[in-house]
């Protein structure tokens, strides 16, 4: 409970003297009773561990906490060229591709050692001549990874021999790789394996094999799997990184060569690959980005089938599901002994349960893998089944069929994903793989596209696949055939014949092999969805007991079931969550609040449910499944489920299926309530009960198994209390794995306790099939029935909906947020989200994880099961008010009473206020310019000590607040401690954006927090350039005719924040804007909504606001999730290249959000050359985000950054990054917790907002803040009270309470604090104030970090980097940048510039090595000139294959001319000039087809003209506001997100074009007449070009391209104009439909046709006007 202000100001005295002593008191700091100092701690270790307890920081699954990649991978296969064995031509062209993907890679600590590079080829039989023989042609060979000691290795070696000897697989010999170790790095030396070769004949039981050769590759896979285990079993396995034995290859068809190291030492280290006898008619290359900087050997890749570029998101849930097959029947075991009979082998693969026989084979999958190896060893299983290569990458990796254009003609394929859709669960996240099985070799990309992957095709027959074009330098009048693979799409060569095969082919072919078809027709029973039933379970005053028993509050139904059942929307809210974790409350919680959703971040991509939600599904499927390495007809007898929220008519139809004639899918159910005499330990026997039940029914062939807590009457519910839906189907899920049962049932919750979209993430996430809730419905009926709703419904301020409308609207509302928590870690389908388990528990002990949530995170203990039961029956109404009337908890808005603890109160904001002398009464709207110092008041000490004394003794709220200090030295004097104006340079605000703030609330906290020497922070909304000069106009009141709304200004202020933040909607990102910058931020994820983008309400965007962005006025912006430039670790390292390249002084931050694993994410950031690393907590403040974002996603700050700053000392990184922080940060104890932690800068964000007069209304998302601070309204923006002032007296307040706490802890530099763990304790005293539970631990988690207290290194910069002041250097870009140097220091570029006027030309070749390539020069024009740019004109040909973000930021005067190709990102954030792509002349393919530039060109485009004389790919013009395009066909998601501009497309496009669209105009030549198919029609609506305006503009954008490239394709159409215009369609939105060229209506109008032109009205044309020939040449020019 809170002191009132009365009772705090009687504790604390206003004296200085007593200031101090309270400071004391406060921390925890005792003084010896003589007044001496303070008595020495001599400890140095923090948080000791308790007996029995372990370090807990990095435990969970090793791909998530421990080690991610991303790479760069591709292949070359020319069957044609060379004899049988190929030829070394292919193997150098491999390696000439590896080298230069460098860029894609990264090195381990020590700057040298690769992360990792590596190939696969054909075996190359020339070099082995001597092991082959004529009766063994062709034995099997593995590469072997040994131990370097040679006694190990001799022991090692003796069991394989025993193994291949006992399988009858004659011992050929061993074979040492030839290697030198000198051309490895430091790391990569001490962990080098001794490396070897061993040949084996095939067993002569196999003669009749040769020609497949399938049964010796399964007795060669079987036996590797055998070696592993007799090797444990011989005690031959040891932990040293250079003692590990490996199979990096096993087969007599292919090898890997693979380490290490970086790609232009592979063939150096490995001298094999420089001999002319390795001959191959094929090579995959793969080079590694490791976010570790101690990577393995083995982790290198290839591995042994697949190169995987990419992240399975849904690991943890796939490996779950391949253990529960294994367990799934028994088989003897001695059916396992023979390894060498084809038939036997044969059974082997292709049953689920032999792969669970550890003291037989290898483990089949284990957590403890990278993601990439546990893929491959699936796809090798399926693959040594009767599954094909392309077929097993279909049915893991599956491509998003349902309504898809592209298969309209072949319902083959989508019936063979309807059928393996049932049967295996996809694993689903980024992924570029390219794969071999030595018959055949192919690429398939995820269904989102989130990698890019091109090929070309040559007249000899050779097939190049690549992450990026122009890694092999080919001649382009050699190449017949140029293309990309699309989202889900595949390639595919037959290694014997040399066919190519695109993706309908190949598919086709796999998919006609059975008929799938037919089997789903007769197999499958589907549940669509059906009508809601209108009759009521309960009576009212039932209702409202049952829903008070299962947690239910007031807020849930007038917040959440009010916005789902009445608008199919979840609640939008704003502010972040400021109440207490689950565990440290006082009020009664459901299991559910334990629980953080896990999000992408970096190295994989969170995806777009809103605009690209054509890739998601939330279908499921219930019955028993068959196994997924056996095709079968039987796989494909299930209930299929459209929607995972059941009602009750579906549960009937689901039960009707239980008859023999209609199924025969036999059902249970099994009640979840047990006796409420039992007490709270009685929920252990009801656990057990249920799940020996489920067990015996399951075994006893019941398919569909109902969990439920529904009670008959109020007679039952007053007599029983229930298991949590989400303890009883953790426990019943995990009791039938580990019973080897799960696949043999469906598990379906019915439950009063799931009403919120994360309730039913969770009830998924831990291994339900489906849900019915039945109270929540019931709810829906309630509400819809109640006086209130119906009147509202009349008086219109609800739409008015039948009953059966508002259930449907409430379904809808779940399926989309499920389809939000799906896409926040980038899976698509709800089927592989089901038992994956991504969450964290945050207060669980180890009783309810292992009961219900194994391999869950738990970091910091807490609850049991019989804490879980008592917090269940505190939530009963005791009372008859209770029973009456819902209690309103009060978790999201503040109420008095029963109500939850809120930290930032109206109370605390009066409080701060007292404090630094702020009136909310004084403001531009009353009498500001007649109050004394604009009616600042003076600051108050005093006040301040009653502030910071709420919050002392307020409930407790966070994890900070179970902490201690303890020194280990004397106090000293506070005149000892270094100044509060040193430790005010620490301060940031955090991102809070123009437009989520009022302008008078974002400059004046720019203002402030540059006053005092910190970092303001710009958020994502961009800033007026009027904010880049110092004031120097201010008056004698303060007054600036520059601000004329700020009041309290100095000449000298700046406006300019230092921070300027790049966001995923590239709102306001300009040249200028980035130049500007003194630091750039790209904002990865935001505290309070991690994996979604920003959301600014229509209402907020103002003329103002719509002007910075872009954008249309009251148009709500929305903005992407990151994935479309971000989509991996590397992409993320090419954005920092990007704003390296156009602001080289500018260091470089990036802002993640706490979780876990973002220790390892943080080590990939910093290897990506990133300056800062901002962790933020998941509690931080929003303008506005859907309300279970705020509750239920990211973790506590000090998670995060203790795990981040423990990562990057233990892999030497942390002396590469600052370290920031926010989240909450109210005080100088939270920052000082913070600095010891390991931060060195601090972010104030909500707290900051009250210093200048927020007053927490938490209206921020309605456009209504009554102090002006979140509004856009003019006379509520005018109430503004706040002045740079009262936010520098709140700065100064807290520097000096962290000055009075150094002096204490006997520290005088700040920086001494920083990373000093040891100094905190967990504090028993507040430990025992937990009301819960006493399971809750620190020291586990806490003990983790390193002590750093004599080694203070990491405070500095490198020494390759001067070794000085981390804030005083900046990452510079090293080769890649080299000809963005070369055109910067050009002597006619510099007097071009110089001169500013006239036409310059100059030529320059370029590579794919050269990424960035203009930016720089494109920051030199405008830090001379501005957004503006040149008056003259700089022509800048260019000759080659240009690298990634080709373009970036070209400026006004700027004309780029590229003769060649390019990768992804071209023209992004391109601001004016000219960007034309066209091929070489006498290129041998046509140009239409084919591919020219890569995905999402002119990403975040505000200008200028662009034309490609080709296709484009992915995400074409995603957020365009300004560039005028036209290209020759793209992939899908064509002007997702755009808000201004044009874009012509000559040629066919992917799906969903416009998705999100609210400004500019697109026009689309529909070639095949299906254009119609492909529009998201969401917002957009297209037409044929019907107006005059529509078509002058039309034309004259295609003649000026056909006079830019030559392009056949414009040639065509305008040769042929009248009968080609009407193939044209016309895309607009809303905003654009009185336009003159979408409407005839208005008359007069001007027409653009062009965003670049020497004089700004020739871009310009009145409705009806041509162009003469003298415009056009001098537009076109």
């Known amino acids: 409970m809170r002191l009132s202000s009365a009772a705090l100001i009687a504790v604390v005295a206003s004296s200085a003297s007593s200031y101090i002593s309270s400071f004391q008191l406060q921390h925890g700091l005792t003084q010896r009773r003589n007044g001496a100092a303070m008595e020495r701690v001599t400890s140095l270790q923090a948080f000791k561990l308790k007996e029995g307890e372990t370090k807990n920081m990095f435990e969970g699954p090793a791909p998530l906490v421990k080690e991610r990649d991303a790479c760069g991978v591709g292949f070359i296969a020319n069957t044609k060229s060379g004899e049988e064995f190929g030829t070394h031509k292919v193997l150098q062209q491999g390696l000439t591709a590896l080298d230069c993907m460098e860029h894609r890679g990264a090195c381990g600590g020590d700057g040298i050692s690769g992360d990792g590079a590596g190939i696969m080829t054909q075996i190359p039989w020339k070099l082995f001549s001597e092991y082959r023989s004529e009766n063994c042609p062709k034995p099997g060979v593995g590469m072997v990874f040994l131990p370097q000691q040679e006694d190990r290795r001799n022991s090692v070696k003796e069991v394989i021999e025993k193994v291949c000897e006992a399988n009858e697989l004659e011992f050929l010999g061993w074979r040492e790789v030839p290697v030198d170790p000198s051309a490895l790095g430091p790391q990569a030396r001490d962990a080098v394996p001794s490396m070897w070769q061993m040949f084996v004949k095939a067993p002569k039981r196999l003669d009749d094999d040769e020609e497949t050769r399938d049964g010796f590759e399964r007795t060669l896979y079987l036996v590797r799997r055998r070696i592993l285990v007799e090797l444990e079993k011989a005690g031959l396995k040891w932990e040293d990184a250079n003692s590990e034995t490996y199979f990096a290859s096993f087969s007599s068809a292919t090898i890997v060569y693979k380490g290490m190291v970086q790609g232009c030492v592979l063939p150096q280290f490995y001298k094999d690959l420089q001999d002319e006898d390795f001959t191959t008619k094929f090579v995959i290359y793969h ?98 089944s009767r599954h094909r290569a392309p077929c097993a990458l279909m049915s893991l990796v599956p491509t998003a069929y349902e309504n898809e254009p592209a298969l309209s003609n072949n319902p083959e394929i989508v019936d063979f994903y309807k059928f393996h859709g049932g049967l295996l669960e996809a694993w689903d996240g980024p992924a570029l793989l390219v794969y071999s099985d030595g018959k055949s070799i192919g690429a398939s990309l995820d269904r989102n596209g989130l990698r890019p992957a091109r090929y070309s095709i040559t007249s000899d027959g050779t097939v190049y696949m690549m992450s990026e074009t122009g890694v092999v330098d080919l001649e382009e009048s050699d190449i017949v055939q140029k293309g990309r693979l699309g989202p889900g799409q595949m390639i595919n060569v037959d290694l014997a014949t040399g066919e190519f095969k695109d993706n309908i082919a190949i598919k086709s072919e796999i998919a006609s092999r059975h008929p799938y078809g037919e089997w789903v027709k007769q197999g499958r029973k589907d549940v669509t969805k059906m009508t809601f039933a209108d009759d009521r379970l309960y009576d009212d005053a039932t209702t409202t007991f049952a829903q008070g028993t299962f947690g239910w509050g007031l807020e849930d139904i007038g917040m959440q079931i009010q916005d789902m059942a009445g608008s199919a929307k979840e609640t939008t809210y704003s502010m972040g969550d400021d109440a207490p974790i689950a565990v440290l409350s006082e009020r009664p919680h459901t299991p559910y609040n334990y629980f953080k959703q896990r999000f992408a971040q ?92 489920a067990v015996e029914d399951v075994r006893n062939g019941v398919e569909v198994l109902i969990l439920s807590d529904k009670s008959a009457d109020q007679a039952e519910l007053d007599g029983t209390t229930y298991i949590p839906p989400m303890i009883a189907v953790g426990a019943v899920h995990h009791r039938l794995i580990d019973e080897g049962l799960r696949m043999d049932t469906g598990i379906v919750i019915e439950t009063g306790s799931a009403w919120s979209t994360h309730h039913f993430a969770c009830l998924v996430g831990y291994g339900a099939n489906a849900v019915h809730p039945y109270l ?26 039948t009953l059966d409308e508002a259930q449907q609207n409430y379904r809808k509302a779940v399926e989309n947020g499920l389809l939000k928590i799906l896409s926040k870690m980038g899976i698509s389908l709800l089927s592989s989200y089901q038992g994956a388990q991504i969450f964290e528990a945050m207060g669980l002990g180890e009783e309810v994880i292992d009961t219900s949530f194994k391999g869950t995170t738990s970091r910091i203990g807490g609850v049991s099961l019989s804490d879980i039961a008592q917090e269940t029956a505190m939530m009963r109404p005791e009372t008859a008010d209770e029973k009456a009337k819902l209690i309103n908890y009060g978790y999201y808005k503040p109420v008095p009473k029963k109500g939850e603890y809120h930290v930032n109160s109206s109370d605390l904001a009066k409080l701060l206020h007292d404090a630094i002398g702020l009136d909310k009464t004084v403001s531009a709207a009353t009498d500001r310019d007649e109050a004394e110092n604009d009616g600042v008041k003076p600051k108050n000490a005093a006040n301040y000590e009653i502030f910071k004394k709420s919050l002392e003794s307020a409930p407790l709220a966070n994890i900070r607040d179970l902490l201690d200090f303890e020194s280990d030295r004397e106090s000293i004097s506070i005149d000892e401690v270094e100044p509060a104006a ?213 973790m506590p700050w000090e998670m995060g950054l203790s795990e981040a700053h423990s990562a990057l000392l233990n892999n030497g990184l942390r002396d590469r990054v600052t370290l920031r922080v ?60 706040g002045t740079p002032e009262h936010v520098v007296n709140f700065f ?40 819960k539970t006493k399971g809750v631990t620190l020291s586990g988690f806490f003990g983790s970090i390193p002590e750093s207290k004599d080694d203070r290194a990491f405070l500095r910069a490198t020494p390759a980097e001067g070794g000085g002041l981390k804030d005083s250097v900046v990452h510079v870009n090293g080769g890649s940048s080299d000809l963005d140097r070369e055109m910067c220091n050009h002597e006619d570029v510099k007097a071009a510039i110089e001169k500013n006027s006239g036409d310059t030309a100059v030529s320059f070749n370029i590579k794919n090595t050269d990424r960035s390539t203009c930016a720089m020069l494109a920051g030199d024009i405008s830090r001379q000139y501005g957004n503006k740019g040149l008056d003259g004109n700089l022509n800048i040909n260019i000759f080659g294959s240009a690298g990634q973000s080709f373009g970036a930021f070209t400026l006004p005067g700027m004309k780029l001319r590229l003769t060649g190709e390019a990768n992804d990102y071209v023209g992004k954030g391109m601001h004016g ?78 799906r969903n074009v416009g998705a999100g669209m609210t400004g500019g105009i697109g026009y689309f030549y529909d070639e095949d007449g299906r254009f119609d198919e492909r529009v998201n029609g969401e917002i957009v609506k297209f037409q044929r070009v ?55 209506t208005i008359v007069g109008e001007t027409v653009k046709v062009s965003a670049t032109a020497p004089s700004e009205e020739l871009c310009y044309l009145p409705v009806g006007a041509g162009l003469s020939p003298d415009q056009t040449t001098r537009c076109a020019d």
Request: net charge negative; proline share 4%; with cysteine.
């Open 602 to 693: 970096v190295t994989n991509p969170p995806i777009d449910p809103l605009r690209e939600g054509v890739v998601m599904s939330v279908a499921m499927t219930l019955g028993k499944k068959e196994s997924i390495y056996k095709v079968s007809e039987k796989g494909a007898r299930l209930i299929h489920l459209e929607s995972p929220v059941l009602n009750s008519n579906e549960m009937d139809r689901i039960a009707s299926f239980a008859e023999p004639e209609n199924g025969g899918f036999e059902q249970a159910t099994i009640s979840t309530r047990y006796s409420l005499a039992d007490g709270p330990d009685g929920i252990k026997d009801a656990i057990e009960a249920i799940c020996d039940k």
């Open 1473 to 1550: 000039g000219e960007i034309v792509v066209l091929p070489e002349a006498d290129a041998g393919f046509v140009a239409a087809d084919s591919s020219i530039v890569g995905n999402a060109c002119l990403y975040g485009a505000t200008g200028g003209d662009f034309h490609a004389n080709g296709r484009a790919g992915e995400r074409f013009c995603v957020r365009n506001s300004g560039a005028y395009a036209v290209c020759e066909g793209t992939g899908d998601h064509c002007c997702e997100y755009m808000t201004g501009g044009v874009v012509v497309a000559l040629g066919t496009v992917g």
């Open 1222 to 1281: 926010d989240g909450g940060i109210r005080t100088g104890r939270d920052l000082a917790i913070a600095a010891m932690m390991g931060a060195e800068e601090f972010g104030f964000g909500t707290i900051a907002m009250i210093a200048e007069g927020c007053v927490m209304a938490r209206v921020c998302h309605l456009n209504t803040c009554p102090v002006g601070v979140t509004s856009q309204k003019e006379e509520l923006r005018k109430k503004f009270p």
């Open 1586 to 1640: 019907g107006s005059a305006a529509g078509e002058l503009q039309l034309r004259n954008m295609i003649e000026r391209h056909f006079e830019k490239t030559g392009s056949e394709k414009a040639e065509a159409i305008l040769d042929n104009w009248d009968e080609e215009k009407v193939k044209f369609w016309q895309v607009y939105p809303p905003s654009e439909a009185q336009s003159a060229v979408v409407s005839d």
């Open 776 to 801: 929540a419905l019931e709810t829906v009926k309630q509400w819809h029935g109640s006086k209130r709703t119906q009147s509202m419904m009349k008086a219109g301020k609800l739409d008015n909906t």
């Open 982 to 1194: 040193e430790i005010m340079k620490r301060f940031c605000t955090g991102a809070m954006s123009l437009g989520a703030l009022s302008r008078e609330a974002h400059e004046t906290l720019a203002i402030a927090v540059n006053r005092v020497g910190g970092k303001s922070n710009s958020g994502e909304g961009g800033e007026d350039t009027v904010r880049i000069k110092d004031l120097s106009d201010v008056d004698e009141k303060g007054r600036s005719p520059t601000y004329p709304h700020l009041a309290g200004l100095k000449n000298g202020d700046s406006a300019n924040s230092y921070i300027h933040q790049v966001a995923s909607g590239r709102f306001g990102v300009t040249p200028e804007f980035l130049t500007t910058a003194k630091q750039l931020e790209i904002k990865m994820a935001q505290g309070a909504k991690p994996g979604e983008g920003g959301q600014l309400p229509g209402p907020k965007v103002s003329d103002y606001i719509a002007t910075l962005r872009a954008s249309k006025p009251g148009v709500t912006l929305i903005s992407p999730p990151p994935h479309h430039d971000i989509y991996s670790i590397e992409d993320l390292a090419q954005l920092i290249h990007d704003l390296h390249a156009i602001n080289e002084s500018a260091g470089v931050s990036v802002k993640l959000v706490s979780s876990i694993g973002i220790g390892t994410v943080a080590c990939g950031v910093a290897k990506a050359q990133a300056d800062v690393i901002q962790i933020s907590g998941g509690d931080g403040g929003t303008g506005a985000s859907p309300l279970s974002s705020i509750k239920h996603a990211g």
């Open 287 to 384: 080079r590694r980005f490791s976010t570790n900087t101690n990577p393995k050997w083995p982790l290198a890749q290839p591995m042994r089938v697949v190169g995987h570029n990419g992240e399975i998101n849904t690991l943890v849930g796939n490996v779950n599901w391949v253990k529960a097959r294994e367990k799934s029947k028994a088989l003897p075991e001695c059916e396992l002994e023979d390894l060498v009979n084809a038939e036997n082998t044969d059974n082997i693969v292709m049953m689920c349960n032999t792969q669970d026989v550890p003291n037989v084979l290898e483990p089949l999958v284990d957590l403890g893998r990278s993601d990439s190896a546990n893929l491959d060893a699936v796809f090798e299983l399926m693959t040594k």
């Open 1292 to 1331: 100064m307040f807290v520097a000096e309470e962290i000055r009075e706490l150094m002096a204490h802890l006997g520290y005088s530099k700040f920086e001494d604090l920083i990373g000093r763990a040891d100094l905190l304790k967990e504090s028993e005293e507040q430990l025992a104030r937990i009301a």
